[in-house]
């Protein structure tokens, strides 16, 4: 602890950010496609088991649910039916043109675009593996 500020400085230098996010994914084809044609982003990294995106800094990568199991043992491997348990959000500029696009894309929205009691603007919708992507202004 530093006497003079009083802050654990063992701590301070944690979390510089988040850099990758592994998604569980029933069929990492179909998924992989979903990400390409929907968010525009190249596969940058691939394997037979695997692809990975950047999001600016963040890295999505798409394991396949056979291939989970290795990561997180002795915890058990959710399936997608089991229900959604978070939410990315990405801000937009405007959503109701993101959500044109999207649509455009073939994407089904799960709700929006709409105004929400805490102030901000967004829509979300679902990808192949079940994960719950927001939009946001």
Excluded at 1 to 16: F, I, R, V, Y
Excluded at 97 to 116: F, H, K, Q, W, Y
């Amino acid at each position: 602890m530093d006497q003079s500020t009083g802050k654990n400085t063992e701590l301070s230098a944690w979390p510089k950010g988040i850099a990758a996010i592994t998604l569980f994914v029933e069929d990492l084809q179909i998924t992989k496609q979903f990400y390409q044609e929907v968010f525009g982003l190249p596969v940058i990294f691939e394997d037979k088991n695997s692809a990975v995106f950047k999001f600016d800094k963040t890295l999505i990568n798409l394991l396949k649910i056979t291939s989970a199991g290795e990561l997180v043992t002795p915890a058990k491997v959710a399936n997608r039916e089991t229900g959604s348990r978070f939410v990315f959000t990405i801000a937009v500029d405007d959503v109701d043109a993101m959500c044109a696009e999207l649509t455009a894309r073939g994407v089904t929205l799960l709700n929006g675009p709409m105004d929400r009691p805490w102030g901000i603007r967004t829509a979300s919708f679902m990808d192949p593996g079940g994960h719950i992507w927001e939009i946001a202004k």
